[in-house]
Nanobody, 122 residues
Framework: VQLVESGGGSVQAGGSLRLSCATNRFSYSNYCMGWFRQVPGKERERVASIESNGTTNYANSVKGRFTIAKQDNAKNAIYLQMNSLKPEDTAMYYC????????????????WGQGTQVTVSA
């Protein structure tokens, strides 16, 4: 199973970016899909996730600014729309997937992408 992220980049504070995550071997219909982020020296933290039934969860720090959703007309892709970006959102962002787990513990997620860098300047 392979997850491939795209859409990272550099943006000024207040700007927007949209990250995409595509899978190559399965439909996310039965999986929980998530986005995590990590900065050097810190643990990877869950930013948002979407369960197989469509239920979404967000970290408090991104509620109201980020949206996770399934890509329209694409059964094997999700995206993370990030608006009103702040410098503290700067991190490497990772897409994740798991058949049964959808929580905060990164070690319990089965599949990971390689990550895409997001940099927000003040």
């Amino acid at each position: 199973v392979q997850l491939v992220e795209s859409g990272g980049g550099s943006v000024q504070a207040g700007g927007s970016l949209r990250l995409s995550c595509a899978t190559n071997r399965f439909s996310y219909s039965n999986y929980c899909m998530g986005w995590f982020r990590q900065v050097p020296g810190k643990e990877r933290e869950r930013v948002a996730s979407i369960e197989s039934n469509g239920t979404t969860n967000y970290a408090n720090s991104v509620k109201g600014r980020f949206t996770i959703a399934k890509q329209d007309n694409a059964k094997n892709a999700i995206y993370l729309q990030m608006n009103s970006l702040k410098p503290e959102d700067t991190a490497m962002y990772y897409c994740s997937a798991d058949l049964t787990y959808c929580g905060d513990w990164e070690t319990l997620w089965s599949y990971w992408g390689q990550g895409t860098q997001v940099t927000v300047s003040a």
